[in-house]
């Protein structure tokens, strides 16, 4: 959209303020905001703004950071008064991409990805919780509606679901479809297939609006892998593709593939993903909670691995429709809706890009693994880390996710999670006390 074009729609639609809206390091969103005549002079020249008080975006000494409007992601913000939006790069004085800003790292991964002729395109399925709000009587938090998988959602959270499906239709988010997940409270919100940087917009745009229509309806929609014991936690299962920019087709497919659909390309993507899943793994489950979340029993993976059937896998390759036999998607099923959209797509984009490039050999699925491997200590090995700790740990030695992210991203990226886990470590939980206080 042209910056006049924007202007005019603004003027059209009432439009006061506009929200310059960026992502920081640890995926939250930031914004500042300009009166609607100031809009020209932002969308020409970028708006100023000091950075040295973003986590990691920049020090003291060199805060002067300008965000720079992609004039394409304008939009009209629904449940607001006379406010639009617009997504931003971060940008130096001169004009060059800050280092630090995770959109512009996207943008370099999927350059790269062009190079080689590929397009990386995504669709996320976006799980969450929508909770009552604590009050006095009712401080814990409780599940909004009671509901297991497919339920067909009723009164009154039908009114919240027509509000919020107007809403990210008013804000260009395409939506493939929605419904009940398996545990109380719990929802599901697919995306279409986009590019990898629109999809990661859409992801941002998707958890604002779930949170700000959940807020209008004295609801509090939350993100956290697992808020709850014993039930299912809360992922974002990504699904995967490259098309080919030659001649249009998806470069993961083989029809002649009869067990899988899977090309060279394809397998070699996969063995990308499995080489770096562990490192990856405090990208993509970035919180202490995460790892509550990737244990057995709740379809969650728990193994480097990959596979057609069950749901635990890491990598799960969809069965195609036989009319449709060249949609081969990935289904990488450890991210969940607390990371950073465009860091976990730059982690997996690199990760299979190095598959491709290395022509790393993709391992047998893991339903023949599973048969053929008795070896515990093997089976062992093959697991996803299974805390925070021994994320950041795998995460530090990889060389490749440190060239992906550039060397600011995960310098600041490990030190903040670090410090979030020695927070936590020096935390006294109520589990401890309930376990021991009265015992010893």
Request: net charge negative.
């Amino acid at each position: 959209m042209a910056a006049e074009s924007i202007m005019s729609e603004a003027e059209a639609r009432g439009i006061r303020f506009c929200n310059l809206e960026f992502t920081d390091i640890m995926g939250m969103a930031k914004a500042v905001t300009v009166p609607v005549e100031q809009l020209p002079a932002s969308l020409a020249e970028g708006r100023w703004f000091d950075g040295s008080s973003i986590e990691g975006f920049a020090r003291v000494v060199e805060s002067d950071m300008f965000l720079h409007p992609d004039a394409a992601t304008f939009a009209v913000i629904p449940w607001e008064t006379a406010r639009g939006r617009i997504v931003c790069d971060v940008v130096r004085p001169d004009g060059t991409p800050f280092e630090g800003d995770p959109r512009a790292r996207l943008r370099l991964l999927s350059e790269r990805a062009t190079r080689l002729g590929l397009r990386y395109e995504v669709a996320p399925e976006i799980e969450f919780f929508l909770l009552q709000q604590p009050t006095l009587d009712q401080p814990a938090a409780v599940p909004f509606d009671a509901g297991s998988y497919f339920d067909l959602v009723s009164e009154p959270t039908a009114h919240v679901w027509r509000d919020l499906m107007d809403a990210l239709d008013a804000l260009g988010v395409p939506v493939e479809s929605s419904h009940h997940e398996v545990a109380d409270g719990q929802h599901e919100i697919d995306l279409a297939m986009l590019p990898a940087l629109a999809a990661a917009d859409a992801i941002m745009t998707a958890k604002l609006a779930i949170k700000a229509v959940a807020a209008h309806h004295g609801l509090r929609a939350t993100f956290m892998p697992k808020p709850f014991s014993g039930v299912s936690g809360s992922g974002m299962h990504i699904h995967q593709r490259c098309i080919s920019l030659g001649d249009g087709r998806n470069a993961f497919a083989d029809p002649d593939n009869l067990e899988f659909g899977l090309s060279e390309t394809g397998l070699h993507f996969i063995a990308g993903l499995l080489a770096h899943a562990a490192g990856m793994s405090a990208v993509l489950s970035p919180l202490v909670n995460s790892y509550k979340r990737l244990i057995p029993a709740f379809e969650a993976p728990v193994e480097i691995n990959w596979g057609h059937h069950n749901h635990d896998m890491l990598v799960r390759v969809p069965r195609v429709s036989a009319r449709r036999p060249t949609d081969v998607q990935l289904e990488i099923r450890s991210p969940d809706p607390s990371c950073n959209p465009y860091l976990a797509l730059t982690t997996l984009l690199a990760a299979g890009l190095d598959g491709i490039e290395r022509n790393l050999e993709c391992p047998p699925p893991a339903d023949r693994r599973r048969r053929a491997t008795a070896n515990r200590r093997e089976a062992q090995s093959r697991r996803l880390p299974e805390s925070l700790a021994n994320a950041l740990e795998t995460m530090e030695a990889d060389a490749l996710l440190r060239e992906a992210l550039g060397p600011t991203i995960f310098d600041e990226y490990l030190d903040a999670k670090w410090q979030e886990w020695e927070d936590y470590r020096r935390e006294v939980t109520p589990w401890e006390l309930r376990r021991y206080l009265a015992l010893f």
